[in-house]
């Protein structure tokens, strides 16, 4: 496969349930982000990680718990969530962190109920 | 506040013309300027971008447009073509602001 994909496409939980988005990234690059896409809203940067390293967090509730095991990998886990949290969540990785050009995975569609 | 804004949530244009997709940024630092084009059930992809130092940059049928005294920039494809019906999202960042700030994207639909 190239570029980035992203696993699951869709995704239904319950508040109490624990589940994991999965982003994996073909490009070789040294830079993976998870952005939130609420409707009518702008794209919204969570996570930013440079060679396996957090480098950004925005504030993100405790709840979203990202983890970057390797720089082709990142994860995004879920605990607790809220159905407010209810969006579509893209991966999106770039040669460097902070580069504009950014590469995007189709995202995963969550729905908390 | 939003510092990057699509005002038209969507837009229709014939096959064959213009479409002109507008983007007004608040934040005079912003020096780079990209539009992202997204499809149902895909993840953005990148377009076309500018330089703060460059009023306009073309590429094939698109043509990035940008007015700093305004604080503008439109992106204009011609001709439009049934393919082009996506989402565009205008997408700024700047020395002071190492991210990109998106705005809420444009809906364009290209009709026969």
């Known amino acids: 496969e190239t570029g980035v994909t992203q696993t699951p496409r869709h995704l239904v939980m319950g508040m109490t349930n624990k589940k994991s988005l999965k982003c994996e990234q073909h490009?070789?690059?040294?830079?993976m982000y998870w952005y939130k896409q609420s409707a009518k809203k702008p794209l919204e940067l969570m996570f930013v990680y440079s060679l396996e390293e957090r480098v950004e967090n925005n504030s993100v509730p405790s709840r979203f718990s990202p983890e970057c095991p390797n720089s082709s990998h990142l994860f995004l886990h879920l605990h607790t969530l809220q159905p407010e949290d209810s969006a579509l969540y893209l991966c999106?990785?770039?040669?460097?962190?902070?580069?504009?050009?950014?590469?995007f995975g189709s995202g995963t569609q969550l729905s908390v109920l | 506040d939003q510092q990057v804004k699509q005002n038209s949530p969507s837009l229709s244009v014939q096959e064959g013309r213009i479409s002109i997709l507008n983007c007004d940024y608040t934040?005079?630092?912003?020096?780079?300027f990209l539009w992202y084009k997204k499809y149902p059930a895909e993840g953005p992809t990148f377009l076309i971008s500018i330089s703060s130092i460059k009023d306009k940059n073309e590429d094939g049928r698109f043509t990035v447009f940008l007015n700093k005294s305004a604080k503008h920039l439109s992106l204009h494809i011609v001709p439009s073509q049934p393919g082009d019906s996506a989402v565009y999202f205008c997408a700024a960042s700047g020395v002071n602001t190492d991210k990109l700030i998106f705005g809420t994207g444009t809906r364009l639909q290209v009709f026969p």
């Open positions: 490009l070789g690059h040294n830079a």
């Open positions: 934040n005079s630092m912003f020096d780079y």
């Open positions: 999106a990785s770039s040669q460097e962190a902070h580069l504009e050009k950014l590469f």
